[in-house]
Structures are given as C-alpha cells and as structure tokens.
C-alpha cells in the first residue's frame, strides 16, 4: 500500500482544512487508517484513526469535537475534516495503514505517506 497525504496549507485560527490521504493498492480497504501529527521539536503523535469498515473512529482528545475522520474506499481515500483549528494544531500531518492491533500507536502502522503541512495563524 502506497499513501499520499494532501490539502495541507495555512489557515487562520477558527478556521478549517480536510485533509485526504489518497492510497494505492487493491488492499487498502483492509487496513485500519490513523492521522498521526508532528509538530518542530515535538514527537509523533496520534490525531485520529478509522477501522477498515469506517465503523469505529477513534481520537486523540484534543481532537475530539473537532476533527471528523471518514473513508470513501471505493475512492481508496481516507479524510480527516479539522475544524475550529487552533495555533497548536499546526505540524505535518501524516497518514497511515495498519493491520495489527494499535490504533493509536505508531509503531504498530506498516505504511506511512510522506505528510502534509498545516499551518495556523494566530
């Protein structure tokens, strides 16, 4: 599985991005997708993540409320809607594919894209 995350940019606070994660490969729609964020100076860390099916979403609780994570998988393509962004929000946000347990641990994704940059303004 191959991944490329986009739609990244600068935003004024209050504002809002969606990001899309765009996958290649006929077994995507097998794989758990998580949103994971790295901010200068700052570790990885989870955002938001979706089961195979879209039936469960889970988030990380400063995106809670805010975020919305969705998959089309006839499009191969997963979303991450960010409203109500905030000056803390800004960082490259990465997509991932995961088939073991974990969704909020990097370690357990097998295929990352190459991030997008999302920078708010206060």
Known sequence: VQLQAFGGGL???GGSLRLSCAAS???????????FRQAPGKEREFVAGISW????????????G?????????KNTVYLQMNSLKPEDTA???????????ASQ?????????GTLVTVSS
């Open 11 to 13: 935003v004024q606070a």
């Open 25 to 35: 490969g006929r077994t995507f729609i097998t794989y758990d997708i998580g949103w």
């Open 53 to 64: 099916t879209g039936g469960s979403t889970y988030y990380t609780d400063s995106a809670k």
């Open 66 to 74: 805010r975020f919305t994570i969705s998959r089309e998988n006839a």
């Open 92 to 102: 490259v946000y990465y997509c991932a594919a995961r088939s073991r347990r974990g």
């Open 106 to 114: 990097a370690g357990a994704y097998d295929y990352w894209g190459q």
